[in-house]
């Protein structure tokens, strides 16, 4: 079935960050567009505003009529609904077409230019800022985004431009189902090894993804990575990275709460570049999107201005409270490279603060995997309060708790381990410089409540 030639549009799994991006390019086109997800979220609320059909109970009688005719409906779902979902065994036993989130971005850009971000991690806010440049610049563009971008409250750009901005997802392989134009890979740290197994075949499924780069195109990867690139021959490659590189910074100054630079480039240096979103780390990520986005003909000025004019991605170094005595911030940061990245620039931030973490683990598999480097990364920080292992996927694994990163933590760090739901009571009990909330699980949910309290605090 080609895209032209859909009716209606089933999602399963609908709330997804990822997700709710195509249902939202899919409305746009006004298209019927329904799906179920397990439990209502501020997201899926906002989604049913918008006109998407959306139920939270496992039953096919709450599918509406307009779905079940396989020859105009196309279903999408995404790889963490379980095989045996009733709704999607439906879908397949009634020769629907059903395709991954994945397939569905693939053939998207097949019919547009695709600026991909591939890697570990970096890739939601590489993507946003590459997406907010081109779209406030001539190229202009359309974009599928892991997370909200403050700019624009939504995950999710249209405009009539040919390029397509894709955060290109290595869970499940997924990024294999891409064909970029120009694609960025920040990072080749290893990661879901409960798909991948070993640390080798993690790294050939991003080699793998490099060979799909359309010809004519190219490939921007971060320097120092192990992975190898297998290109084809008229594919461009580049290197980058905050101090090296074809692209890269220098005469970086941060101090007075900003962050200049100057950004070195093959095609073009630009000088004097400020961060809208003044975070160390954003410095190698504004490097990468800068690169991307000049590739595509975005000018000096218009990079400079949507640098400066970048507000950031939710749950991405979001700031709640930033006062002199007081900082509070959450980040989604769940993988040790990530924490030691994000731990280092509030460090640098904040040197002469006491710096506390509040940290749910993400994942068992990864936390059985990691929790030495998870240990190691927030040692960084002078207090780490541990909260239990968000299973999101997963079942149980015995013996794995977040008391294996607890016991290997460094002496000197003080320590704690919490439950979750007594979050907001520990806040209260106790004083901070700087707090930050740190995981991909559903720790944030408690961030609204974090924040009130420590505004309270702050009236006196």
């Keep these: 079935m080609e895209l032209k030639d859909i009716k209606a549009v089933y999602f399963i799994g609908a709330g997804g960050i990822g997700m709710s991006a195509l249902a939202r390019f899919f409305m746009s086109r006004g298209l019927v567009v329904a799906g179920y997800d397990k439990t209502p979220s501020a ?33 999408v779902y995404t790889p963490a609904v379980p095989a045996d979902h009733r709704e999607l065994e439906f879908f397949r036993q009634g020769g629907f077409e059903v395709q991954k989130r994945a397939q569905v971005l693939g053939e998207i850009t097949r019919s547009h230019k695709g600026l991909c971000v591939a890697g570990t991690h970096g890739k939601t806010t590489t993507s946003a800022m590459c997406a907010h440049i081109m779209h406030q610049s001539r190229p202009d563009c359309n974009a599928f985004l892991g997370g909200i971008a403050k700019n624009y409250g939504t995950n999710y750009i249209l405009s009539d431009s040919d390029y ?83 692209f890269h910074a220098e005469n970086i100054r941060i101090g007075g709460g900003e962050i200049t630079f100057d950004f070195v480039s093959p095609l073009g240096r630009v000088d004097n570049v ?33 640098m400066a004019t970048f507000t950031g991605v939710e749950r991405r170094f979001d700031f709640k409270i930033k006062t002199p005595g007081l900082v509070f911030l959450s980040d989604y940061a769940h993988h040790p490279k990530e924490i030691r990245q994000s731990a280092e620039s509030i460090r640098q931030l904040y040197a002469d603060k006491r710096i506390t973490a509040i940290f ?6 990864r936390t059985r995997d990691f929790y030495k480097d998870f240990a190691d990364s927030l040692s960084l920080l002078d207090e780490v309060v541990l909260c239990d292992i968000y299973p ?19 002496p ?29 699980g559903d720790l944030d949910s408690y961030v609204p409540q974090i924040t009130k309290i420590l505004q309270e605090r702050l009236k006196g």
């Excluded at 290893?190 to 490939?219: N, R, V, W």
């Design 392 to 410: 999101a996927r997963e079942q149980p694994i015995p013996g794995v708790t977040s008391r294996l990163i607890y016991d290997n933590l460094r």
């Design 164 to 246: 397509v901005v894709i955060e290109a997802d290595e869970f499940d392989r997924s990024f294999h189902w891409l064909r970029p134009w120009i694609s960025v890979i920040t990072a080749t740290d290893p990661d879901h090894l409960d798909i991948y197994g070993t640390k080798e075949a993690y790294l050939e499924s991003f080699t793998k993804y490099t060979t799909l780069i359309q010809p004519g195109g190219a490939l921007i990867v971060h320097t120092g990575l192990e992975m190898r690139d297998s290109l084809q021959p008229d594919v461009r490659r580049y290197e980058y990275s905050r101090d090296e590189g074809d």
């Design 43 to 75: 997201l899926t609320r906002q989604l049913e505003r918008e006109g998407m059909l959306l139920h939270y109970e496992e039953n096919v009688s709450e599918i509406p009529h307009v779905c079940k005719n396989p020859k105009a409906c196309l279903v």
């Design 360 to 365: 749910q683990p993400h994942l068992y598999t």
């Design 274 to 306: 400020r961060l809208g979103q003044p975070v160390p780390v954003n410095i190698e990520n504004g490097v990468a999107a800068m690169a991307m986005a000049q590739l595509c003909g975005c000018t000096a000025d218009e990079l400079r201005y949507g």
């Design 412 to 440: 000197g760090v003080k320590k704690e381990m919490i439950r979750k739901e007594d979050v907001a009571d520990f806040v209260r009990g106790h004083s901070f410089e700087v707090l930050v909330v740190l995981g991909a």
